[in-house]
């Protein structure tokens, strides 16, 4: 992260280097980027963004001159590639993952410091002093991962690597790895090479979501009262009907379905089960 910016629109804006280099964070890597990955990066930004899916964006690409070691396809063929590096750029960077590490190491007072940031940057609607805040907050979480899933999902697109480090709090798409768009429908298309069990692909991407935001609440856990414990499992419960809702509003708009018909679920499908024969 090299800093915030504002700009004349009073939007602000989190800059973050992708492929600079070794960060404490690196552990055995080297913190470098290829070209080849740089470049679908910067062009999956954009191309999301004007899909009119919530993501992060892409300001500008730089070439290096070193040279960079890759085993691309994982079977051992080392090659030597061209370097770059992205200027990204996201409302905020901090992650599901964010949170898990410090209600791991048992760090509450920091993760309690953290909530508290995110909440008064970026949910303007949850006000600070209300001690169900972090509740309001998982609820808002769960609404809009389950319209982002959808949302990507309406357009054929599979995230690569759905873990919850890659899973932004303010639900946007952020850190474009091996990521995919179908040609035609597939339930078990996957995009990660190495993803040999299939855990990553498009048929589940949804239930992953949900395994997600288990995760989440799990890290909310110790700064919840046992009532707010048992509202949140509540809550978490909900994702799925949230998820089917937002999934067939889009295909109702892209199969130009009016109103609310009961058989509309059928049709959806039925659909995409001829697709998937054809």
């Known amino acids: 992260l090299v800093g915030v910016y504002t700009n004349r629109h009073g939007e602000r804006w989190e800059l973050q280097l992708k492929g600079s280099g070794r960060t404490p964070y690196s ?19 954009e191309a999301m963004h004007y899909l009119g899916i919530p993501t992060s964006r892409a300001a500008s690409l730089v070439v ?22 992205v200027l990204r750029l996201a409302k905020s960077w901090f992650r599901i993952g964010s949170l898990e590490v410090l209600a791991h190491s048992g760090e509450l007072d920091l993760e309690r410091r953290l909530l508290d940031f ?34 990507w999902m309406s357009v054929g697109f599979a995230h690569g690597v759905c873990n919850t480090h890659n899973f932004s709090l303010l639900s ?31 048929g589940n991407q949804a239930n992953v979501g ?43 708009k892209k199969l130009c379905l009016l109103g609310d018909d009961e058989g509309d679920n059928y049709v959806i499908a039925f659909l995409l089960k001829v697709s998937l024969v054809c």
Not at 219 to 243: C, F, T, V, W
């Open 118 to 151: 995110i909440i008064q940057e970026h949910f303007p609607s949850i006000a600070l002093n209300d001690s169900d805040r972090y509740l309001e907050f998982f609820s808002k979480v769960i609404s809009e991962t389950a319209s982002l899933i959808a949302l």
């Open 210 to 252: 949900l395994f997600n935001l288990n995760k989440l609440l799990q890290a909310l856990n110790p700064l919840l009262d046992p009532r707010q414990k048992q509202l949140a499992s509540e809550i978490l419960e909900g994702y799925g009907q949230r998820y089917c809702v937002h999934f067939t509003e889009l295909f109702r």
């Open 64 to 85: 290096s001159d070193d040279d960079i070691w890759r085993d691309q396809f994982y079977n051992g063929n080392v090659k030597k590639e061209r370097g770059a590096m």
């Open 172 to 202: 946007i798409m952020i850190d474009y790895g091996p990521f995919g768009f179908m040609e035609s429908y597939d339930p078990n298309f996957v995009p990660n090479t190495s993803d040999d069990e299939g855990r990553y692909k498009i």
């Open 27 to 45: 552990r055995n890597g080297d913190g470098r980027a290829v070209l080849r990955s740089s470049l679908r990066e910067f062009l999956c930004n």
